[in-house]
Structure formats: structure tokens, C-alpha cells
């Protein structure tokens, strides 16, 4: 049997089983907004307190083994979600370092009860097994078939501009800087969360079209980046309807 193909993918219409990225200052409403697009078939993966006053499906994930866990279940079992949120994949990160870093010292006879950090390792030999192991593992745990969302805190990181002058910019805080960049690559969408003040109080709103402050924007083709717009209300219709929009 051949593995060649003989008729052309089609591209998956709305939100489908693309990979977002949500991310903001506290209290923005990046995990309220993740858990109403799809409100009924969502599950919450909580890696951080903090998600009490959300309605949702939540499994806790207090460790990288937790996440394997879930992910070999939904992989296995029968369910009725469609998509999962992460929340936080800075916390994740965080997890998969201790994993992949316990991991590595045991390989290398370093007592368990010795703290290690993956900086402790020669030639950025940790860095690299930390980055291998989340690009592996999220990627994998994307290709299942679900929409995946991932929220993120927002952090201030210092860049050069085209014309080399260091700048402030607000990007995802996502562990360190090899996993950051994979994942910015990796996702079809990066949306920046905060609030506004607007007449009688303030609003929530999500920014897609990213600059030289914000680190936004998505895998759109270039005949629909038009329907792309800079910001929308943080409404689940509002945000939905820019999905069927530029991916329709």
C-alpha cells in the first residue's frame, strides 16, 4: 500500500483542533475567556491555583507525571471533550525542568536528595533535555486531536529592534528561552490579554495583532489577514466569530 497521498488536506474551518496561545497580566481574563468558547466540551488541565471561580471540567496537574497521566487517558479512553486548556504552560514548563533534570542526574549518579537545576549540567546539556522533552511531549499531546489552549502569564523582556535599540516588549513567560521560542513557533495564534478603562469602568479585551510592545499574531493566510483584527472584546461570540472569520 502506498503512503503517498492522493487528494489534498483541506484546512480545518473555525477554531477546530488549532493550538492558541492566551496570554496577560492577572486577572485579564485569560482563563475565563478559554473556558466559554467551548464551554460544554472543555477540559481544564490547572497547573496553578487559582481557577476557583471558573465553571469548567478541571483535572490538577501538580507534576509532569500528572500531565503523561491525562494525556495517555485522553488518548485511550472515552470522552466527549474536544478541547483543553493549560493553565498555566508556565507552570508546566516548570514541571517538565524538574522532571527532565531529576531524570538527568539520576542517569549521571547524582544522589536524589541533591538539588539540581538544569544550568548545574556542562554545556547546556540540561537546557537541551528540558526543551527536548517538552517539545516532544506537547507536541505529541497537540496532534491528538484537540483544540489545545494554552494561558500564559505575560512578562516584560528586553529586545532590539530592527534598528538595534533595546526595547521593552510583553511576551509569554514560558520557561526558558528554547521552550518560549518553540512554542511561539509551534501554536497558530498568540492573542495578548488586559483591560482598558472604557465608559462606566473598564473592558476586557483581546489584542491579535501583535508590534514592537506585544508579542501577537497567527498562522493566517495572507488573503484573510484582513479579517484579523487588532483587538476584540473578550467575548466568547466576539472572539469565536474572528476564528470562523480567518480560518471560516
Known sequence: MSLLPTEKTKPVPGLGARNLLIF???KSGKSTL???LRPDTTLF???EDGLSAIEAFQVPIRSWQDFL???NELRTAEHGYDTVVIDTVDELARMCADFATRGLAEKEGIPATTFVHASDFEY???WDAVASLFRLKVSGFCNLGFAVIFVSH????KVKN???VEVTKLSPDVGQKGMRKWLLGFVDLIAFSYVEEAQGGVQHVLRFRGDADVASG???AQEDWAKLPDTVPMDPAAVNAVFEAVWG
Not at 154 to 157: F, G, L, S, V, Y
Open 124 to 126: 547546556g546539556k540540561g
Open 162 to 164: 530592527r534598528v538595534g
Open 218 to 220: 497567527g498562522r493566517v
Open 34 to 36: 478559554a473556558a466559554s
Open 69 to 71: 497521566d491525562v494525556a
Open 45 to 47: 488541565l490547572a497547573c
Open 154 to 157: 505575560a512578562k516584560e523582556e
Open 24 to 26: 496577560g497580566n492577572p
